[in-house]
Every structure is written in C-alpha cells, then in structure tokens.
T-cell receptor, first 109, second 115 residues
Framework: TQLLEQSPQFLSIQEGENLTVYCNSSSVFSSLQWYRQEPGEGPVLLVTVVTGGEVKKLKRLTFQFGDARKDSSLHITAAQPGDTGLYLCAGAWGQNFVFGPGTRLSVLP | GAGVSQSPSNKVTEKGKDVELRCDPISGHTALYWYRQSLGQGLEFLIYFQGNSAPDKSGLPSDRFSAERTGGSVSTLTIQRTQQEDSAVYLC?????????????FGSGTQLSVL
C-alpha cells in the first residue's frame, strides 16, 4: 500500500497546453516535496511546501499544499517539451522521505 | 565534489553473486539516503544515515541487503546472493543536515541488472 498516490500515472499533451497532476494521501505530512526526474538521472527538487494551504509559484509551475496537509497539486501553464519527465511527490515521514509512484509527463512539440 | 557521485553507473551480474554499489555524497553533507527505483516506479526507501547516529535500516527488503558509511562520507550498499527481483536503479542522495525540510541531492544512480 502506497502512502502517497499520484494521478494521473501517465499524461501526454501538446506543447502550450495546461495540466495539473495530483499527489494524495490519507496521512498528514509535515511537508511535501516535488521532484522532476529525467531518464538516466536522479530526481531534482522543484519545491518544498510546509504550510497547509500554501501556494508556491516557480515560473510556469504552481504548487499547492492542501489545507489538511494530506494532498498537493502541481499545475503547469503552457507546457513545453522541456517539461517532459517523471514528476514525483515526496512526504516527510519519520526521519526520511516516502515517494509517490510518479506521473510520467510527455509534452509533444 | 560538485554533486553526488555513484559508481558503477551500470552493473550486470549473475544470479547468486554479490555486488557492491558505491556512493560519494556532497562534501559536508551529514545525511545520506539509499533508495531503489524499479522500472517505471517511484522510489522505495532502503536506508538512512545521519552523522554518527545508528542508521535507519527499516527499508532494507531482506538480510541480503546491507550498507555502511565509513568516516561519515562514502557509503557502500552490498547485496549478497543477488536475485532477479533485485534488478532496479539504486539511487543515493545526500542532504546537509538531514532535516525533514531539507533538499535531497540525488546521484544519477546505479542500474543493476541480475541475469
């Protein structure tokens, strides 16, 4: 049983479209992180959210942490081929981090 | 070094053989993590080292898996009597002090294939 669920599992869109991916849990997390992973590389941190209801923007990416700190979303505006990759959410759990299974995004030119 | 370094980048071995995977964390980082990523999956926690504290081994899947961290720096993950289900990418990450809001820096991983 996964502590963190992510949806959709796969997403293929055209360049210029908007999209939202989700990270959900039945557990409360003190913080959530979003990572992007490209083939053959390790994940790279995009953002950390720590406060319920928090919204963070990183250029075309908008991250939101749910009020109850059980879920998070990542919205990408005007997606570009460079956004292609595996998007992982990770929650602080005990002394380490648990990861969701990821959303694999493909942005077609 | 500039980033987390893992070696080898690829390892092909025969079922039943032992393998050692190495991780060089970023200099000065006290926390070190090992994760496993099966094809198309998320990351599965294996083990966590923080300074001189006893490691958190709660994620190790069996007693065939072990890890050590010498001198608070380099870490080695050892898998004994490898099985085909051990095939995966093994990722190492480090962070400055290991707090729960810390940024994890990942290496590029070791792709392990057990034939």
């Amino acid at each position: 049983t996964q502590l963190l669920e992510q949806s959709p599992q796969f997403l293929s869109i055209q360049e210029g479209e908007n999209l939202t991916v989700y990270c959900n849990s039945s557990s409360v997390f003190s913080s959530l992180q979003w990572y992007r992973q490209e083939p053959g590389e390790g994940p790279v941190l995009l953002v950390t959210v720590v406060t319920g209801g928090e919204v963070k923007k990183l250029k075309r990416l908008t991250f939101q942490f749910g009020d109850a700190r059980k879920d998070s979303s990542l919205h990408i505006t005007a997606a570009q081929p460079g956004d292609t990759g595996l998007y992982l959410c990770a929650g602080a759990w005990g002394q380490n981090f648990v990861f969701g299974p990821g959303t694999r995004l493909s942005v077609l030119p | 070094g500039a980033g987390v370094s893992q070696s080898p980048s690829n390892k092909v071995t025969e079922k039943g053989k032992d393998v050692e995977l190495r991780c060089d964390p970023i200099s000065g980082h006290t926390a070190l993590y090992w994760y496993r990523q099966s094809l198309g999956q998320g990351l599965e926690f294996l083990i966590y080292f923080q300074g001189n504290s006893a490691p958190d081994k709660s994620g190790l899947p069996s007693d065939r898996f072990s890890a050590e961290r010498t001198g608070g720096s380099v870490s080695t993950l050892t898998i004994q009597r490898t099985q085909q289900e051990d095939s995966a990418v093994y990722l190492c990450a480090s962070s400055l002090v290991g707090g729960l809001n810390e940024k994890l820096f990942f290496g590029s991983g070791t792709q392990l294939s057990v034939l």
